[in-house]
């Protein structure tokens, strides 16, 4: 049976732009390692997905070889963007760079296995101490989209196949409150959302396992050793 696995943050760089050893020891040499463990666990009838942040290129031709080996692992892969991705700008031109391995999830949802997939980027909450105005103006884009992408699945999916979706930014954190996203994925029929975008001392902020009515699987690369990590189907209802 084909599985479904999720990885955030690969922040490759293969191009040479920003080599993550500066960030100490942990990321050395991790594309190698991360490729070892993807092409370890994950086989071709499987789908990865994918929560931004994935490549340093500032452009489509710095990001190539990044894509090229994402490309490369086994699987198919649904690429989200992330707050770092600076390649990715036009669409379309995107997607003419990348495979039929790969797709976009940007206003869109897909059916994963027992899954429909729903999500967007997120952004900084605007009751952050350090979010700008402008920060606020891209928050709320951001809750467009996954309404957006909420409104697609009910078009083309309908409400009775489980829902997962995929973020880049926490949608909450550990010791705060409820946000607008929690309520808009609860509201959407979500019960599983994978993110990543915490590093270091900030892993100490990520909600893992049940919470809000939601299942949250915090999947950041040097959160989870550089290892796509497997999602588990939907549970079964309990019998009337």
């Not at 499987?46 to 931004?52: C, H, P, Y």
């Not at 198919?76 to 495979?99: C, F, T, Y």
């Not at 929690?182 to 994978?194: K, P, W």
Request: a neutral charge.
């Amino acid at each position: 049976m084909a599985r479904i696995f999720a990885l955030a943050d690969l922040h490759l760089s293969l191009a040479g732009h920003k080599p993550m050893e500066v960030f100490g020891e942990l990321w050395a040499d991790h594309a190698a390692r991360m490729a070892q463990a993807w092409d370890g666990r994950v086989g071709a009838e499987d789908t990865i997905l994918l929560g931004g942040d994935l490549s340093w290129g500032r452009n489509l031709e710095e990001a190539a070889p990044d894509l090229a080996w994402i490309a490369a692992r086994p699987g198919r892969k649904v690429l989200l963007r992330g707050n770092h991705d600076g390649w990715w700008r036009s669409q379309q031109a995107v997607r003419r760079a990348l495979p039929p391995c790969c797709d976009l999830l940007r206003n869109n949802a897909f059916a994963v296995g027992p899954w429909v997939v729903v999500g967007a980027r997120g952004w900084l909450a605007p009751d952050d101490p350090s979010a700008t105005p402008a920060d606020r103006a891209t928050h709320e884009r951001e809750i467009a989209r996954l309404k957006l992408s909420i409104e697609y699945a009910d078009r083309t999916f309908g409400r009775e196949t489980p829902r997962l979706a995929l973020t880049h930014f926490p949608p909450r954190l550990a010791g705060e409150g409820s946000t607008a996203v929690v309520e808009i994925l609860r509201a959407g029929g979500v019960s599983v959302v994978v993110y990543g975008h915490l590093h270091g001392p900030d892993h100490a902020r990520a909600i893992r396992g049940p919470r809000d009515g939601l299942t949250y699987r915090f999947v950041a690369a040097d959160a989870v050793g550089f290892a796509p990590v497997e999602i588990d189907p939907p549970r079964a209802a309990a019998p009337a």
